[in-house]
């Protein structure tokens, strides 16, 4: 998967509706507007552009916040998009760097290519259904995103005590292409198979709106519009368990 063109696709879909009105509420990230969501992007775009060349798994240092005018916030993305690309670019993908998830998996500069086009697929998708227009998933990248946020961001959320709680078994199905994991929580860990089989709880559906689900945008509980169509069995606090993600 080229997620380098991925990531550049969706971050410029991402400005072209955020521009539409940078004051408007973003449903999916409760207490954030437009402006908020690109100035978190664009801050993470920065923040990773300066720390993937030094080569080092040390926690990189904090960026100043994005300026708040239009004109300048705008400036400040669209750089923000082209030295994240073009570090993306140069680095060798086995070089050490700093990632979130080091304590589970070795830190190296491979990690952000998948993590910022992910991020960004459903950022901007956040922006788009300000408007009232969310965006259509390709089935593969959302799948992709999937398994990322339950192989790799879950775990690691999980370790530090920052996801949901629940102790059980829950499984992941998609319907839209293949795709099924079992989710095995116990204690501060979650391990992770790839397989069928039947667990305390299981969210079943296609691949985007599970994607959604995980990042805590859709809830699978509902039989209505917010549940996004998404089928749900088994213990609540199980399904909540699967959710990671601003």
């Not at 390709?138 to 398994?147: F, G, L, N, S, W």
């Not at 059980?168 to 994991?181: F, K, M, Q, R, S």
């Not at 299981?202 to 689900?213: C, D, K, T």
Request: one cysteine or more; glycine letters at 8%; charged letters at 20%.
């Amino acid at each position: 998967m080229d997620y380098l063109a991925r990531l550049e696709s969706h971050a410029d879909a991402l400005l072209d509706s955020a521009l539409r009105d940078l004051n408007a509420a973003v449903p999916g990230c409760p207490g954030w507007d437009c402006r908020r969501l690109v100035s978190h992007v664009s801050r993470l775009y920065t923040v990773t552009a300066r720390h993937l060349p030094r080569g080092t798994t040390a926690e990189p240092e904090r960026v100043p916040a994005p300026p708040r005018d239009d004109t300048e916030l705008t400036a400040y993305y669209r750089k923000a998009v082209a030295d994240v690309l073009a570090a993306l670019r140069d680095v060798d993908p086995a070089t050490p760097a700093w990632t979130f998830t080091a304590h589970i998996t070795p830190g190296l500069a491979s990690f952000w290519p998948r993590r910022l086009a992910n991020e960004t697929l459903v950022h901007a998708w956040d922006a788009a259904s300000a408007f009232g227009e969310p965006s259509e998933f390709v089935p593969e990248q959302a799948a992709d995103a999937v398994d990322e946020v339950l192989t790799l961001l879950l775990p690691a959320a999980r370790v530090v005590g920052i996801s949901p709680p629940g102790e059980g078994t829950a499984h992941v199905h998609l319907t839209d292409i293949p795709g099924e994991w079992l989710v095995r929580f116990a204690g501060p860990a979650a391990t992770v198979t790839t397989e069928h089989a039947k667990g305390d709880a299981a969210l079943r559906g296609p691949a985007g709106p599970v994607l959604l689900a995980l990042w805590g945008r859709l809830d699978p509980a509902d039989p209505g519009p917010r549940g996004g169509g998404l089928t749900a069995f088994g213990e609540a606090d199980l399904l909540r368990a699967l959710q990671c993600g601003r």
